[in-house]
């Protein structure tokens, strides 16, 4: 059973940084894919940054230059590292993985979601 458990969410001040981690579990293939999205209240779920399963990462316009995805292959662990954070940046964060996606950050892509963390930025 496949399992994502995000942590690292907050509330700092705009301009401040925060590292979202998500912990993966339950995969017999080693290479997946792996996203991060996020949903405002009102708002449809959009993708923030992804890496496919042959390490090739992706971001969406709005964090390019902010933000950084990784991931540490031997902890089964992705990252969002988030700087110079603003306040339309806040949201209810998700990690998303499958084996396959036809684009890393397209949220309907994925089957396998974590239950999201809280990120709230302040002006």
């Known amino acids: 059973q496949v399992q994502l458990v995000e942590s690292g969410g907050g509330s700092v001040q705009a301009g401040g940084s925060l590292r979202l981690s998500c912990a993966v579990s339950g995969f017999t293939d080693s290479r997946y894919c792996m996203g991060w999205f996020r949903q405002a209240p009102g708002k449809e779920r959009e993708g923030v940054a992804g890496?496919?399963?042959?390490?090739?990462?992706s971001y969406a316009d709005s964090v390019k230059g902010r933000f950084t995805i990784s991931k540490d292959n031997a902890k089964n662990t992705l990252y969002l590292q988030m700087n110079s954070l603003k306040p339309e940046d806040t949201a209810m964060y998700y990690c998303?993985?499958?084996?396959?996606?036809?684009?890393?950050?397209?949220?309907?892509?994925?089957?396998?979601w974590g239950q999201g963390t809280q990120v709230t930025v302040s002006s």
């Open positions: 998303a993985a499958d084996l396959w996606v036809d684009g890393t950050l397209l949220a309907v892509e994925y089957n396998y």
């Open positions: 890496i496919d399963r042959d390490g090739s990462i």
